[in-house]
């Protein structure tokens, strides 16, 4: 059963554009996150959202900026995209920060830069 | 086995065999989670086990942990072909962040 939900499910677009993702949770989890999953199925971790504050940053580009509303949506913006860009995007929730709590992610935004 | 930069592992089996997914981490760790990603999908949580334990079970999976050699497991037995997937190992470094291993696709075969 789907509980974390994201849009698009595909986006392509070219270089120097600007694209903005969606996640929403219905598990009322207080942490949310964004990942990068690369051609080889590599996942690294971007950021986390914890009551609204940034409590995971990794070293990523700075184009690349998260958004958060309230505690049940975290949106990824990533203004001028460059071709390493290309990836699936991954959201996902849990109910405490860190690895205590199984993380659950959605089905992931494919991003196809040309 | 997975982890750090290596590349995604792949197994290749005839349905019915067993099959171990090793998994080995750097720093402590107070938990172990398994997942399993579809093509298309999320990763999803099939077993975990914690670092006072030492073998978990869940149907054909078991998962067991050495916390002496950092490393862990994941066993299927009676592979059938709807376990094809992308297994990932995660681990917390007692930290607020979350690592996976490269992950090992299996193929089961019929």
């Known amino acids: 059963e789907t509980a974390v939900f994201q849009t698009p499910n595909y986006h392509v677009t070219q270089v120097g554009n600007e694209v903005s993702f969606n996640c929403k949770q219905t598990?009322?989890?207080?942490?949310m996150y964004w990942y990068k999953q690369d051609s080889k199925k590599l996942l690294k971790i971007m950021f986390s959202?914890?009551?609204?504050?940034?409590?995971v940053n990794e070293t990523v580009p700075r184009r690349f900026s998260p958004q958060s509303s309230d505690k049940a949506h975290l949106n990824l913006r990533i203004k001028s995209v460059e071709p390493e860009d290309s990836a699936v995007y991954l959201c996902?929730?849990?109910?405490?920060?860190?690895?205590?709590?199984?993380?659950?992610f959605g089905p992931g935004t494919r991003l196809l830069v040309l | 086995s997975q982890w750090g930069e290596e590349n995604l592992q792949a197994l290749s089996i005839q349905e019915g065999e067993d099959v171990t997914m090793n998994c080995s981490y750097k720093?402590?760790?107070?938990?172990v989670h398994w997942y399993r990603q579809d093509s298309g999908r999320g990763p999803a949580l099939i077993i975990l086990?914690?670092?006072?334990?030492r073998e978990k079970r869940s149907g054909r999976l078991r998962a067991t942990l050495d916390t002496s050699s950092q490393s862990s497991s994941l066993s299927i037995t009676a592979a059938q072909c709807e376990d094809t997937a992308v297994y990932f190992c995660?681990?917390?470094?007692?930290?607020?962040?979350?690592?996976f291993g490269t992950g090992t696709r299996l193929q089961v075969s019929p």
């Open positions: 996902a929730s849990s109910s405490r920060q860190g690895n205590q709590d199984t993380q659950y």
């Open positions: 598990l009322g989890h207080d942490t």
């Open positions: 959202y914890n009551n609204k504050q940034l409590i």
């Open positions: 720093t402590y760790t107070t938990v």
């Open positions: 995660a681990t917390d470094s007692n930290t607020d962040k979350v690592v």
């Open positions: 086990i914690r670092s006072n334990e």
